[in-house]
C-alpha cells in the first residue's frame, strides 16, 4: 500500500499545565503540517522542535513497544506514536495527559501509582526451591507457555488504566495492568507462588474492585486482555474461598 | 542541592543497569545501590530488541564456534581474552534469565529453541518470539522488584561524574519532575548508559541512546575506544528508521532488488543453492549486507520510495503460520508503520545506524582508566565486538558484563575509604552552575537545528561508506557545530519541572562530543575494516599498521587526541574474513 506523503495542515490542540506558574491546565493550539505517514508522536516532536520547546510529553522507542507515550486523543487512550494524524484529519485533535492520573506537567503523569501496584502483585517467580544454573532451563512446552504468553506482553503503557472506571473511582483498586501481571506469572508452570498473591487478588482492591465494563481490553495496544485475566481469577479467587483451588493444578482455570 | 550517600550508583535502567544492580546486591546485601535512569526502567531502550541472544545450546555447537564467528564477525579487532569469557558465560546467563521467568520460546518438547542469526555457524539465538529485549527487560526489572534494597531513582538525568583524587565520588543528578539537583555520594559508578545511534538521522534507536555516559566519561579523560565502528543495521524501515529484525533472516526470510535477483549473491556472499545455509546469503554478517544495499543503490538496483531507495525484504514463502508464531512484532510493525502485511507483500528496507562497537574503554572486568568507574553494555568497549558485531551478541552482553561489573563494583567498594566531601560538593556545584546556565539559555539557535544538521553531517560523512574527504567534512562540520552549541542554544522552557527541552540540551552537548570522537577516531583509521570501509586510498584490511584499537581522549575545545592501543590475540591470529562458497545446507527448527 502506498504511502501518500502529500503534505497537509491540522490542528492540534494541547493541554498545558505547568505547576510552577498555572494555578489549572489550560490549552495551546498548533498548526502542524504533517505527511500521511506521521503519527500523532511526530506531531508532538514537530510542534515541540519548531513552534514551542516548552511543550512537554514522555516519548522513546517510537515503535510501540516501550509504554512510554500513553495519552487521550480526542478522549481516547492511545499510544501517540501508533496512532496517525491522517485518522482525524480535517477535524483537529485534542491531546490531553491519561485520565485517572496525577499531572506533573503538560501531557507527562504520574505513574507512581501503577509501579507501586505492580510490585504489589509479586511480578516475578516464586518458587519453593531455587533450581541451580547447572540444572539448566526448566522444560516449559509451547502449550504451557501459551497460558500465560498473552498476559506477559503488557508494555505498562497505562492505557488500561485511563480506561477504567473504578480506577478513577477508586485508585486504591490493583488495576488491569498489574492483575494481568499476576495472573501472568499464576498461570506459569515454572511459578509456585499463586498463594502469596492470594492476598492481593481476593482483597477489596483486587479483582473483586472490577465490575466488568471491558474498556481496559478496547484499549490495550498490545492485545494483553486484562479483562479476562481479572475474571478468570475471580473464579479462582472464588475457588480459593471454597477452599477449591488448592486441589486443583496450580493456576486454577485458564 | 540534596545529598545522598550510598555504596554504587548505577546509571542506566536497561538491561546492562538492571543486571549490574542485581549482581551487586547479591554479591553483598549490606551495600547501598542505587540504581539511577532517566526513564522508569522499562521503557529503556533493551526493550526494542528483537531478534534474539546467544549462548551455544546445541549439540553440534561448541564455545569455540561461538568465539570464532565473534572474532571473524569482529574483523579480529576483538579483544580475544574477553570473548574468550564472554562465550563461556553467556549460555549461564540465559539460563538465568530462564529461572528468572523470560519467556524463552519453546521447541515441542519444552526445550528451548534456537534460531540462526548472521555470521553464525549453527543456531545459537535464544529467541522469545521477535520481543527478546522486551521479554529480557521487563523479566530483569520484575526480578528486580524482588530486591527493594535497590533504591531507584526513576527518572533521574545523571548529568555529570564527580571525581575526587582519581577515583569517582559519585553523580550529580537532575529529579525531572522537579528539576531538582541530587548529588549521589558513592564509592563506585557503574555506567550502562547505552550507545549513541541518535547522532545519526536515520537510526534504530529510541529518543533517549544519546551517548550520555560516554560522553560523561570523555569529559574525565577516559578514552572513548573504537568508536568509528558504528554498525549499520541492512534492514530498518525507511524514513522512520524502526528496526525490522535480523530473526526475520534467521527465520528464511530474503532480500530481493527491484528486479526481484537476491542480490547478494553478487557481494561475496552467495553461490544461491544451497540454501539456507550458515553465514551466507542473507545470513550474512551486518556490514557486509549493508555495504551490498549501498552498492545495488548505486548501481540503480533499488527501489524508489518517499524516504530514500529501499530493498524488499520477502517473508511470503514462510507462510503466515510461522509469521505470526516467530514474528509477530514485525507483523504489528509492517502494518501500522509501512502499511505493508508481510505475509502478502515483500516489506521495504534500507539500512540505518543501528549500534556503536565502540564505546568507553574497559578491560574484561568492565573496569576503566579511572579507578572505581565500571561499565556495562553498549556504552561500554569491553572489547568482544570489534569492528563488527555479531547480531545477538549484545543482549548477551548486557547480562554477561552487566553481572561481572556489578561484582566488581561490590568488591572494590570494600576497600574504598570514606571521601572528604567538601571538594565533592563543590565539583558537584559547579557542574549544577553549567547545566542551569544551560537551561536559563535565551538567545541563540534552536536545539533541533543543531541536531539535525550533526544527524545528517554524520550519515554524509562516517556512514556505510568513507572517504577522507568526506570525513574531513563532518569533522569540521562537527566543531563547527561544537562552536555554536557553546554561542548559545535558545530555549523556550525555563521551567524546573519535567523540563525535557533542557535535558535534550544537556544530550546534545554529550552527542556533540561524541559525534567528534566518532568522526575523528575514523579519519585516522587508515584501511578497511569491518564496519569501517573507505572508497579512497585504504580499501583494504592493513594489519601491519591497523590490528590495534584508536582511543579518543578528549582534548578541551579542539578535536580529540588520536591514539591507539594493542589487540589482545591470544589463539586466532588474524585471517581473510569469508562468508558465502558452498557450504552445507541447513535445517530450521
Known sequence: ?254 | MEVIKVDIVVVGGGGAGLRAAIAAHVADPQLKVALVSKVVPMRSHTVAAEGGSAGVIRSDDSLANHFDDTVSGGDWLCDQDAVQYFVEHCTAEMVQLEHWGCPWSRKDDGSINVRFFGGMKVQRTWFAADKTGFHILHTLFQTSLKYPAIQRFDEFFVVDLVVEDGRVRGVLAIEIATGARFLLESKAVILCTGGAGRVYRQNTNAGIVTGDGMGMAYRHGVALRDMEFVQYHPTALAGSGILITEGCRGEGGILTNKHGYRYLQDYGLGPLDPWPRPKAMELGPRDRLSQAFWHEEQKGNTIGSPHGHVVHLDLRHLGAKKIHERLPLITEVAKTFAGINPVTHPIPVRPAAHYTMGGIASNRHTETSLAGLYVAGECSSVGIHGANRLGSNSLAEIVVFGKVAGERAAAYVRDVPEAGSRTIRQQAEAAEQRVLELMGGDRGERIATLRNEMGDSMEAGIGIFRSASGMQATCDKLAQLRERYHAGIRLDDHSLSFNTEWLTAIELGSMLEVAEAVAHSALQRKESRGAHVRLDDYQTRDDENFLKHSLATRNGDDPPHIGYAPVAITTSPPKTRSYGGAGQQVVLT
Not at chain 1, 510552577?20 to 491546565?25: A, F, L, V
Not at chain 1, 508522536?41 to 500513553?70: N, P, V
Not at chain 1, 499463586?194 to 481490553?217: F, H, K, M, P
Not at chain 1, 495496544?221 to 475457588?239: F, G, L, T, Y
Open chain 1, 1 to 254: 500500500m502506498p504511502i501518500d506523503t502529500t503534505t497537509r495542515t491540522i490542528e492540534i490542540e494541547c493541554l498545558r499545565y505547568d505547576p510552577q506558574t498555572d494555578t489549572e491546565p489550560h490549552f495551546s493550539s498548533y498548526q502542524v503540517p504533517f505527511s500521511d505517514d506521521m503519527s500523532v508522536l511526530e506531531g508532538l516532536q514537530y510542534i515541540k522542535d519548531q513552534l514551542d520547546g516548552s511543550l512537554t510529553f514522555r516519548w522513546s522507542c517510537r515503535m510501540a513497544i516501550c509504554g512510554s507515550c500513553g495519552q487521550e486523543v480526542n478522549g481516547v487512550p492511545v499510544l501517540s506514536c501508533h496512532t496517525f494524524l491522517r485518522d482525524y484529519f480535517p477535524h483537529k485533535l485534542r491531546i490531553e495527559p491519561l485520565n485517572n492520573f496525577p499531572i506533573i506537567r503538560d501531557l507527562v503523569i504520574d505513574q507512581n501509582d501503577f509501579l507501586d501496584k505492580l510490585e504489589s502483585v509479586k511480578p516475578y517467580l516464586v518458587t519453593k526451591l531455587e533450581k541451580p544454573l547447572a540444572a539448566g532451563p526448566h522444560l516449559q512446552t509451547p502449550q504451557q507457555l501459551n497460558r500465560y504468553y498473552a498476559y506477559s506482553q503488557c508494555i505498562n503503557c497505562l492505557l488500561c488504566y485511563a480506561a477504567c472506571p473504578q480506577y478513577g473511582l477508586n485508585s486504591d483498586f490493583t488495576g488491569p495492568a498489574a492483575l494481568a501481571l499476576l495472573h501472568r506469572y499464576n498461570a506459569d508452570s515454572r511459578d509456585q507462588g499463586w498463594q502469596v498473591r492470594a492476598e492481593v487478588i481476593n482483597a477489596d482492591a483486587g479483582v473483586w474492585g472490577c465490575t466488568l465494563v471491558g474498556y481496559c481490553s478496547e484499549v490495550c495496544p498490545k492485545a494483553v486482555d486484562p479483562a479476562h485475566a481479572i475474571n478468570q481469577n475471580k473464579v479462582n479467587s472464588a475457588m480459593d474461598f471454597f477452599g477449591v483451588l488448592k486441589l486443583m493444578n496450580k493456576g486454577g482455570t485458564e
